[in-house]
Antibody, heavy 115, light 107 residues
Framework: QVQLVQSGAEVKKPGASVKVSCKTS????????MYWVRQAPGQGLDWMGW????????YYVQKFEGRVTMTRDTSSDTAYMELSSLTSDDTAVYYC????????WGQGTLVIVSS | DIQMTQSPSSLSANVGDRVSITCRAS??????LGWYQQKPGQAPKRLIY???NLQGGAPSRFSGSISGADFILTISSLQPEDVATYYC?????????FGQGTKLEIK
């Protein structure tokens, strides 16, 4: 069965970077775009962008442009999302997901940004 | 960017009630819309895809419809396990955008 297993919670200081991993199994990794969504505490869902695991092509939402980097490792079927220059506003749960055409989500990774 | 205006932001209803949640897109999105249910501490789960199609495994009391520019999620008979926050997501054009969410509670 399809599984997306994300890395564990992180606590970072303002200005630092965080890299979240999403290890996949149960499907052809390079066949489907991987999407990243975040959710600040008590807030709604915020779509961040996607990566095409086959080509490495990416799309980033403009508000994250310059701070976010999505990559993949096809040898381990793992996707990554790195966010830099962290502020307290980046405190959130970050999800990897296969939302098109199917619907599979990772368990979420809590990133806390605090001095 | 396409704005998805979701209403209401919260809703309280009785078990067995018929409830509806609406998303209006700021421009045409064809049927490129999904409805998601999110329970506390869990990842979202899609209930409806392509605006009107029931996701495999989703209870049949959930349905999606279109009325003009409005996309509607309807629960035909509210159950206690439906307590959750519901979101729409348009995937017609980048950036994909979610509605603001509707928190559904039982009276």
């Amino acid at each position: 069965q399809v599984q997306l297993v994300q890395s564990g919670a992180e606590v970072k200081k303002p200005g630092a970077s965080v890299k979240v991993s999403c290890k996949t199994s149960g499907y052809t990794f390079i066949g489907y775009p991987m999407y990243w969504v975040r959710q600040a505490p008590g807030q709604g869902l915020d779509w961040m962008g996607w990566i095409n695991p086959n080509t490495g092509a990416t799309y980033y939402v403009q508000k994250f442009e310059g701070r976010v980097t999505m990559t993949r490792d096809t040898s381990s079927d793992t996707a990554y999302m790195e966010l830099s220059s962290l502020t307290s506003d980046d405190t959130a749960v970050y999800y990897c997901s296969l939302i098109l055409p199917s619907d599979y989500w990772g368990q979420g990774t809590l990133v806390i940004v605090s001095s | 960017d396409i704005q998805m205006t979701q209403s209401p932001s919260s809703l309280s209803a009785n078990v067995g009630d018929r409830v509806s949640i609406t998303c209006r897109a700021s421009q045409g999105i064809r049927k490129d819309l999904g409805w998601y249910q999110q329970k506390p501490g869990q990842a979202p789960k899609r209930l409806i895809y392509s605006a009107t199609n029931l996701q495999g495994g989703a209870p049949s009391r959930f349905s999606g419809s279109i009325s003009g520019a409005d996309f509607i999620l309807t629960i035909s008979s509210l159950q206690p396990e439906d307590v959750a926050t519901y979101y729409c997501l348009q995937h017609n054009s980048y950036p994909y955008t979610f509605g603001q969410g509707t928190k559904l509670e039982i009276k």
